[in-house]
């Protein structure tokens, strides 16, 4: 399915051609959805809301595993406990930046008052026990996630490999279906009556006049729009759809919905002839401060507050109100017939909203890592070579990454603290980067400078200053990096300019980039692909052949080879008439023609989104929302056992 960034973006474009449509039933239709924006956006979302049910209370940090249901919540919460709190990433590195601000400011204007001031204590703003304690709290950070004496890193590596591998996948001969209440929330909205749950909130909301449900109901219907016209898009560019690929499919996303928010969010739209954009990629908007999470926000909220709740394992404040929460709940038992996943509650979507809020506002607010920092300005002095190549991501000469460049040890007045959080800084940046040892390494080094002389040499601490901060900014930069290739963060808008990325210090391992991951592949023979492996080094690499291999019989993914906008608004290359999601077909999929065995292509989901709110008294088609084995497939399940090389369904009853 499309990405959330992608979803809001088909709300905006359909909403605005119901407004001009000259309808009075589409218009109003558009004001429902302009006077509700929270609960429309939240509408949008689709499905995606489903990753994190449940997700309140957060899980016991004593067994996190056996307490949380959900794997992908858990996935977050783990990240978040790692970034939040105190001591946390997000507040440390605050604090760490706040300290070198000071410290430039002092070396700028060659402070020697402030600078002893800091020494005797006298300083209200920074004193020594505040940096030591920086220090301190840092250096617990990276051991905490040493994988050889914490599960943290290896159970966020399991639960992506293991763990979030659907149930649908699960089928053996002695249990060819997984029952419903087995099923993920989120594999289940997708796969089972997916037309009926529209159908069921349009009712729910009719009968209890609701207009927050009706918002809601006008954005899911904009959601399954675009899934159903944008999934098989989505599958051609991964290989494979979400059942096979879990981990590869949010990876691609994450590039498609950059490229989505690029394209549409500047004035006017930009050209793409052949693979050449105009404006080039560099100079497209960047989601990293869209601030995504403001579209979906009932109520201020406080992402320092919201971490530290998940660190502590307590429940998040309520935001959701429970009657819109029990009114959803009613549409989903209308729509759906036991057995349940067990999971979906109205007393859930609260904790699962929350959490939906917090991965928008990490990925979208640029609170976190910033939004494409720039290097930091070199100050007059003299300070030597260009310090670029200072980057922990970047190999050194006698291999492992780049260590921060020693200390002099002539510098005078520095205090023996202020040295040891500059190199317990970089520390923690080289144990992100994979360089457990080298971290371990500079943090011994910083506990090693505790005899810093007293002789001020303004010039020198300008530079080792500098030096730092240039370093601190090439980790910061290639954490980004390592998280948008991880598949937990959005790449950049000039990242889409280049086909791969080499990440040097995991020996030059190649990452997909750039136009392999936000254009469609035409048909090939190359889908649906069989399971990934688990392996954190191939979920990045598109399928073969021969790893995975292919599932038989081979179906259709994709007709075009096109960027994201065909799919999404492209009336001239992709109208309406090429298919209409309102109408069903047989079983497996639905024809081209009477006596064609090719499933048709889908109008665009703008189109689409439109004709939907033209027809809402006919039913909604149930159509599997993933395109799992390929374009136009109603909802099925499997036929006896799961065979890759002989697949068998029957229609989903």
Known sequence: MPGIATQFQILDLTRHRLEVSGDPALMQIAQVIKDNPVYANLGAAGPAWADFIPSDPPPDPKDPIKSDPNPYSLLWKMIFGI????????????????????????????????????????????????????????????????????????????????????????????????????????????WKRSGAFVRALLGVAAKSKDQRLLA?????????????????????????????????????????????????????????MGDIPVPPYPTWPSLCQANLQQRIELAAMDPVNLMELVKTAKPFPKLLPDDFAQLWFDSFQAAYASPLPPNIKPEALNGAYVMLWMVLWFQTSGAVLGCDPQPPMRPPDDCGDDPSSLDPFTPAPGGGPTPPPAMDTDLKDTTAEVCGIILAILGGLLFLAGAGAAGAGAIAGAIALLDCSSIVEWEKLRCELYWYRMYLYNGVKGLHKLLSLAGFDYPYSSALAEDQEVLQLLGNHTFESGKNLVKSRVQDGDF??????????????????????????????CYNEVYPDFFIDDDAGNPLLNGDVKTAGGFPFRPKAAAANLPIQFGNAVANAVDLFANLTKAFPNWNLDADRGLAYMTWQFKGFYNPDSVQIQPDP
């Open 83 to 190: 970034i939040g709190g105190d001591p946390g990433f997000f507040s440390v590195l605050e604090r760490i930046r706040d300290i070198l601000d000071k410290l430039d400011k002092i070396a700028h204007d060659e402070d020697c008052d402030k600078l002893k001031a800091i020494q005797d204590g006298t300083d209200p703003t920074l004193k020594l026990d505040d940096i030591q304690t920086e220090a301190t709290k840092l250096s617990q950070l990276v051991s905490a996630l040493d994988p050889l004496s914490s599960p943290t890193i290896p159970t966020i590596a399991g639960l992506i490999t293991d763990r979030l591998k659907p149930n649908v996948n699960t089928a053996s001969p002695i249990d060819p279906v997984p029952a419903g209440d087995t099923w993920q929330p989120r594999d289940f909205l997708h």
């Open 216 to 272: 809601y109901a006008y954005g899911y219907i904009v959601s399954y729009s675009g899934n159903v016209c944008g999934s098989s898009f989505i599958n051609s560019v991964v290989g494979g759809p979400a059942r096979t690929q879990w981990w590869r499919q949010r990876f691609a996303k994450n590039f498609v919905d950059a490229w989505v928010y690029g394209f549409y969010n500047q004035s006017p739209r930009p050209t793409v």
């Open 528 to 557: 649906p692909s069989k399971p990934w492996d688990g392996s954190l080094d191939t979920f990045n690499q598109r399928p073969t052949a021969t790893k995975p291999g292919f599932e038989t019989p081979r179906t259709i993914a």
